[in-house]
């Protein structure tokens, strides 16, 4: 498309280089740019004065005419169409007072930007034909969020310099207005017309800015019969629509991309989007650290009369170490887990589709490696910070900037100390993020909770199945809180190693305000690659969003038995159990496996407990250490054997019954006593004396199906019971 974006780096990249092979194979779509669109490689600070011009009139969303300087500042609501704009005369070092008493309009720019203290601008001229550098619209951004004020320009800057992701034009700009300093802002090109001009490319092609897309088909872009919106501003609340009129070939992709039944590669990938620019752009994200940018923050061109679309980017303001900037950190704003890594591509059809495919992962660790050794070495990235340093610091180091840096440190001499430290620590930021890739990609996928479904006394979880990308087996920990930070102290119900994607359980907790989370490990290393779900929480009560937890509410209480006199004979027939209430493990194991319980009773009366069980095949009595017990007798996960939410005291493995002496995670038991014990075929029960556990009141039981043991890699089966 056109020609090269700059046929010496092209050169120098596959013929002069030590690379012996590339992932980025030359294709008939590769998009390319022009020579010479980018600004001078020595970067400045611009000079900006913007001079109001107030004139008669309202200032209303269908007449701007009196708008102020202050009716722009005071514009922070984005959810309705008015956006006032003041007329202004703009000067700048390289655009000469033309003695007009205005020549452009100065608005709000930015969404949350807008609540902030120091704004962002948009500056548009009046004439289409007396444009600034080529362009008719001045994006001015405060990036009050980065700490560092240059992660979008050295992100942009470094794109410009790498084939296939076309990147923006910047500036550091010194804006006064009303010849008041308003500090550092940096000048982020517009895409729009002028953009496409720039680059030749036609001007009428369409181009759409992602506002919460994810490539499937809603009611809000729907078309008419001349592939028009039904509703424009319906449809720019997934799709801000930059340039172009019709718009039936973005129905069509949207239709292929979900089309299952189709080959992703050739009627998808190959049709309708450009495998170099998409892995160059999903590249540049991860090793940027780009994890904002699932279903919104890029552009997507369609050139006109083409089936084709790019990606395009935009905003990188939470980019380049983000993650480990110290406010970021203490305010726990870090990026969930299931964005980091290939891990953001899962939110979107398109993306999910990529990563199912047999060959995906392969190509995308080739890509990332292949931009890091050779556009985004140490070395390369220094060049470009240690180029602006000497421009900002002066500028932020004073006010207004420097009484509004995003730290928390107190004192001038703090705040200095870390912007510097973070400023260096751009440099190393793209190993750090290649390094979590690494890592990351060996966790399954986010996945989808669903409300809790209470039928009677019972209560069924359903979660989405956990996709793991090496095909290794996932397994799902199940955790029930009152609270949503989900402390160890306020988990009421957990259980782990559940195999399949429900599960049912008697409720047995008062009633109230609950959250469940459920964690899908990877069997191979459990500890290490884990995902949450895509679930997120968050209300006025806690500062931060609570991710992969969904709420809930349950209007009965559970019960708990009282001791009475039973007349329970421990000779494995299940007659003396009949009146006893039961729990019911929906967790069926398939294949069949040894230890799958089925059903479990507890009794008590005031000298022993009694637990009975029922398997779903029959109980092998030489090893019915399969079938083991732990006992919590303080109702305190932090005491005893750490196992999910309970701390257990005591442990029966067959007819021992053990007593433990650890420090809550070591092997530590101390055999007590052998208690009564019989089994008929599937069925058992046991009882256990009181004074041998403490005379406790309160339990908590873990069935614990120890098939692991049985048989390599069989998934253990756990049930929880809670009588007290």
Not at 345 to 356: D, E, I, M, P
Not at 361 to 390: G, M, R
Not at 606 to 617: G, P
Not at 632 to 653: K, P, R
């Amino acid at each position: 498309m056109i020609q090269t974006k700059n046929c010496l780096l092209l050169f120098i990249f596959f013929f002069c280089s030590n690379i012996q092979a590339t992932v980025f194979e030359p294709l008939s779509s590769d998009i390319q740019e022009p020579l010479g669109i980018y600004y001078p490689s020595v970067p400045d600070i611009l000079k900006i004065n913007v001079q109001t011009v107030v004139n008669e009139g309202p200032c209303v969303l269908t007449d701007y005419s009196g708008c102020t300087l202050e009716d722009v500042n005071n514009n922070i609501d984005t959810s309705n169409n008015f956006k006032p704009e003041v007329k202004v005369r703009f000067i700048a070092d390289d655009f000469l007072d033309d003695g007009k008493i205005s020549n452009a309009t100065l608005r709000l720019r930015g969404n949350s930007s807008r609540r902030q203290i120091l704004k962002s601008y948009r500056i548009k001229l009046d004439k289409k034909n007396e444009l600034w550098r080529g362009e008719r619209r001045l994006q001015l951004n405060k990036h009050l969020s980065d700490l560092t004020r240059v992660r979008n320009k050295l992100s942009f800057d470094l794109m410009a310099t790498i084939p296939h992701l076309p990147s923006l034009r910047t500036q550091f700009v010194s804006l006064f207005i009303n010849g008041i300093d308003h500090g550092l802002y940096t000048h982020v090109e517009h895409v729009g017309k002028e953009y496409l001009m720039l680059r030749d490319w036609d001007k009428d092609s369409n181009v759409y800015k992602a506002k919460g897309f994810d490539f499937t088909m809603s009611s809000e872009l729907l078309l008419n019969s001349e592939g028009k919106p039904l509703d424009e501003d319906f449809f720019e609340t997934v799709l801000d629509i930059k340039r172009g009129d019709e718009h039936s070939v973005l129905l069509k992709m949207i239709a292929a991309v979900n089309n299952e039944n189709n080959d992703f590669k050739t009627d998808v990938l190959d049709k309708y989007f450009n495998l170099n620019n998409f892995l160059t752009w999903e590249a540049m994200n991860i090793l940027m650290g780009n994890n904002q940018v699932t279903t919104d923050n890029y552009y997507l061109l369609n050139p006109k009369n083409t089936d084709m679309f790019y990606f395009l980017p935009w905003d990188f303001d939470s980019t380049w170490g983000y993650d480990w900037q110290p406010s970021i950190v203490e305010g726990k704003f870090a990026t969930p887990k299931r964005y980091q890594g290939p891990h953001n591509l899962w939110s979107t059809a398109f993306g999910k589709r990529f990563l199912l495919q047999p060959e995906a992962l392969d190509l995308l660790n080739q890509a990332v490696k292949e931009i890091k050794e050779n556009h985004l070495t140490p070395e390369i990235i220094a060049s470009y910070t240690n180029s602006y340093y000497d421009l900002v610091f002066p500028l932020i180091s004073q006010s207004p900037d420097l009484d509004n840096l995003s730290t928390n440190q107190r004192t001038t001499a703090a705040m200095f100390a870390e912007y510097n430290e973070v400023y260096q620590g751009l440099i190393d930021s793209v190993q750090l993020n290649y390094d979590r890739f690494l890592k990351s990609q060996h966790s399954p996928m986010p996945f989808h909770m669903y409300s809790p479904i209470l039928n009677e006394s019972n209560i069924l979880f359903t979660w989405e199945a956990a996709i793991d990308l090496q095909g290794d087996t996932v397994t799902y920990d199940l955790e029930i809180s009152d609270k949503p930070e989900f402390a160890p102290g306020d988990i009421k119900f957990s259980i782990n190693n559940l195999t399949g994607t429900s599960y049912a359980t008697q409720w047995m907790l008062p009633a109230g305000d609950y959250f469940y989370k459920v964690t899908a490990r990877d069997a191979s290393n459990p500890k290490e690659n884990w995902q949450l779900s895509f679930s997120e929480y968050s209300s006025e009560d806690i500062d931060f969003i609570a991710n992969g937890i969904e709420p809930f509410t349950v209007d009965i209480s559970g019960h708990s038995p009282e001791p009475v006199s039973l007349d329970i004979i421990i000779d494995g027939k299940r007659k003396d159990w009949k009146n006893v209430s039961f729990w019911t493990d929906f967790n069926d194991i398939k294949p069949k496996k040894s230890v799958d319980w089925r059903k479990a009773w507890f009794a008590q009366d005031h000298n022993n407990i009694y637990i009975a069980y029922l398997n779903d095949s029959k109980i092998l009595k030489n090893k019915l250490w399969a079938w083991s017990i732990y006992l919590d007798t303080d109702d305190n996960s932090m005491t005893g054997y750490q196992m999910g939410s309970i701390g257990a005291e005591y442990l029966l493995e067959g007819r021992f019954l053990w007593k433990y002496t650890g420090n809550g995670e070591d092997w530590s038991w101390e055999k007590i006593t052998e208690v009564e014990y019989a089994i008929k075929k599937k069925f058992a029960e046991l009882s256990i004396p009181k004074n041998a556990l403490n005379n406790s009141s309160k339990y908590k039981i873990l069935l614990y199906g120890a098939n692991n043991y049985l048989d390599n890699n069989a998934p253990v089966d756990l049930m929880l019971i809670q009588p007290n």
